[in-house]
């Protein structure tokens, strides 16, 4: 007979042996968070740079008194659902302005980012409908296409051919639609998806284009609006998600719809209607940090110039960057345990970035993932190049040091 | 074109399983995708579109998330040819 937890014994050996090598890179304790882009752990400041805070807004001092304001005004928590014990006049405002930013008629707010995909995929695809989504899709994504009873099919990544591929053999769909879910900016690499190809194809087979906007509202296009708007196609789109705990500086999330009957689904969204709703302190600071956004121009500016300057000098040190620079730039590593090896020496150099490893990644990649900040000064930019570059230079001292590390903890 | 036989699936996903089991771990019938060859969730995802476009067919995920064995998968590959 097995035990409860016996199943996670592989896990268990990965995770001893990440232990051995040296921190716990999945569960950094942070003692203090001084700014947006510093740290503290003991007496050591740590520059982030994995935070995905691309705005910088998390100390903003409007979206701070915002927050306190809201506190004070409207009480810390909401204690429950927006069915069950109403609507605050912030939810509404923030959803109006959202649609208002987006130029479409309906958008509805949830609790968090993850939740957000959760509620509005399973919303949206019934039992007839065919999910398309693509491979590299979040966690959120796939589980919200779990909660429904739509079949789903995977395409392959950024590839619309693919997608008019699929689209062709599934055929016409009896008493159901497609839904096509794309992402703007995707997480771990920061590649772009080709929306305005993915809309032609979609539209053309008569499908509905989902966009998850999550790493790309507030950084792309000239108002913020994410990729769809810097592609020119914002207009066109069906639907768009996005999260408040990356440029919105706060935790919550949305989808906005250009179909106003969107809204009907408030009632069927079970991750809308089971769980409390954003508290008046997270959404009143993301009300202010759209605001902040729409007029961010100079913002989106300084996180290009930053990026393109960690391309450059990362580039120029011989790494392997997985795309084009954006502002989540992913080097590849030659496998898990150099990745974790690597990351343990950067954060005891001062750098906090992620170390990504599958299945969480695409292509079974082990990654050192920098998500850089409008906040990050070219100095801020320098400090990280400066630390790689000396990581690699000490690649046999680091790997020595962590051998001998290993064998103390047999 | 005729329809493979279930045989004849079973060969070609056997050779499309060798780029995603490097340590060449003996490939049967019974051999669970996951547990037995070590293929992660996200790389079974990727070998099935392989298989996909292959055979020209769709293998919709929840399908495939009730698949664990080779032989249960050229199974269901043939049913959807048949």
């Not at chain 1, 051995?20 to 520059?47: P, Y």
Request: net charge negative; with cysteine.
């Amino acid at each position: 007979m097995t035990a409860l937890f016996d199943k996670y014994a592989p896990l268990q050996t990965r995770v001893d042996m990440m232990m051995k090598i040296g921190a716990d890179a999945l569960g950094v304790k942070f003692d203090d968070i001084l700014s947006a882009t510093r740290g503290r752990i003991g007496n050591r400041e740590i520059l982030l740079a994995g935070t995905n805070n691309y705005l910088g807004l998390t100390f903003d001092e409007d979206c701070r008194a915002a927050a306190k304001t809201a506190v004070d005004d409207h009480g810390t928590g909401t204690t429950g659902s927006r069915v069950a014990n109403g609507t605050y006049a912030e939810h509404t405002d923030l959803e109006q302005a959202l649609a208002e930013h987006f130029g479409m008629p309906s958008c509805i707010v949830f609790t968090t980012g993850y939740q957000t995909n959760l509620a509005a995929i399973s919303g949206l695809a019934g039992d007839k409908d065919v999910i398309f989504m693509d491979a590299d899709a979040h966690a959120c994504i796939i589980d919200g296409s779990r909660l429904t009873n739509a079949s789903t099919i995977r395409f392959r990544h950024n590839n619309p051919e693919d997608l008019d591929k699929r689209l062709r053999r599934q055929g016409e769909i009896e008493g159901g639609n497609a839904l096509v879910v794309i992402e703007g900016m995707y997480s771990m690499f920061g590649d772009i998806a080709p929306v305005d190809e993915f809309l032609d194809v979609t539209h053309r087979h008569g499908g509905y284009l989902f966009i998850d906007e999550a790493h790309s509202y507030g950084v792309f296009g000239p108002t913020g609006c994410g990729i769809a708007e810097e592609q020119g196609v914002l207009d066109q789109v069906d639907f768009i998600s996005g999260t408040f705990s990356k440029s919105l500086a706060s935790v919550g999330g949305f989808c906005a719809s250009k179909h106003p009957q969107f809204e009907i689904t408030r009632k069927v969204m079970r991750p809308y209607m089971f769980t409390a709703s954003a508290t008046p302190a997270n959404i009143c600071a993301a009300r202010v940090a759209v605001e902040k956004v729409k007029t961010g121009g100079y913002l989106r500016e300084n996180l290009k110039a930053r990026a393109q300057q960690l391309h450059a000098g990362l580039k120029a040190l011989d790494f392997d960057l997985c795309a084009d620079p954006s502002p989540v730039i992913a080097v590849r590593r030659p496998n898990e345990g150099i990745a974790a090896m690597e990351w343990n020496w950067l954060m005891e150099n001062g750098v906090y970035v992620n170390l990504a490893v599958p299945p969480g990644t695409p292509q079974s990649s082990s990654l050192l993932r920098i998500s850089l900040s409008a906040a990050h000064t070219e100095s801020d930019v320098n400090i990280i190049i400066d630390a790689f570059g000396r990581m690699k230079a000490s690649q046999a001292e680091i790997m020595s040091g962590m051998m001998i590390r290993m064998q103390a903890a047999e | 074109m005729t329809a493979p036989t279930e045989s004849e699936i079973y060969d070609k996903i056997c050779e499309l399983l060798k780029p995603y089991n490097p340590k060449g771990l003996p490939i049967e019938r019974s051999s669970g995708i996951m547990s037995d060859l070590e293929v992660d969730s996200v790389a079974v995802f990727d070998f099935i579109m392989e298989l996909e476009d292959h055979y020209d067919i769709s293998i919709p995920m929840e399908m495939v998330s009730d698949i664990k064995t080779v032989g249960e998968l050229s199974l269901a590959a043939k049913g959807l040819m048949s």
